[in-house]
């Protein structure tokens, strides 16, 4: 995922989580809480939130199980889920 796809990800979860942004439940104006100067967000709430949710994004590095040495398929999907699940991520049935 690129970067901009990411931003465009936190974007849409901070509109919608608006007022979690807002430490003292006052707020900043809705329209210049993500405006951008060079690569950063103007508003401290927003750029902490940013480096955040970019820092949980690269938490997620999973290895997966090499497919070559696996010889069932069924086999492969568990190790699969195992190495998912092993990484705390929620694997849907």
């Not at 979860?13 to 430490?23: F, G, P, Y």
Request: charged residues 25%; aromatic residues 8%.
């Amino acid at each position: 995922m690129s970067t901009e796809q990411m931003r465009e990800e936190f974007e849409a979860w901070a509109r919608k989580h608006n007022e979690s942004l807002c430490e003292d439940g006052i707020g900043v104006p809705e329209d210049i809480r993500l405006d951008r100067q060079g690569g950063a967000y103007i508003w401290a709430n927003a750029e902490s939130a940013w480096l955040a949710w970019q820092a949980s994004r690269a938490a997620l590095a999973v290895e997966l199980p090499n497919p070559i040495e696996v010889h069932d398929s069924g086999d492969y999907q568990m190790d699969t889920i195992d190495a998912l699940e092993a990484a705390g991520i929620t694997v849907k049935p």
